[in-house]
């Protein structure tokens, strides 16, 4: 069976999760790819996730936390952001 040219490794996306409370430093630290914003009484992770395994991890990493999860959204990258796809 010949090798499918097209099949390239790339991130699964770019994913915005947005987390109740606002995070310290410490609790920050331990989401070192994601990018940080405070919204309001909301911490958002924003980052790029190599695969599926990725999300799972920061998703159980919330949990082990025992973070409020409200939403996790893949986000369209915005043009010329360090984070986007390349």
Do not use: K, N, W
């Not at 958002?44 to 395994?53: E, I, K, N, R």
Request: with cysteine; proline share 5%; hydrophobic share 45%.
């Amino acid at each position: 069976m010949a090798l499918q040219s097209h099949l390239v490794a790339r991130p699964l996306g770019v994913y915005a999760i947005r987390i109740r409370g606002q995070l310290g430093a410490t609790a920050r630290s331990a989401f070192p790819s994601m990018a940080c914003e405070h919204e309001g009484g909301e911490t958002v992770l924003t980052g790029s996730l190599d695969d599926q395994a990725a999300l799972f991890g920061v998703l159980a990493q919330i949990e082990a936390l025992g973070l409020d999860l409200l939403e996790v959204r893949q986000v369209t990258p915005r043009p010329g952001s360090r984070r986007s796809l390349a």
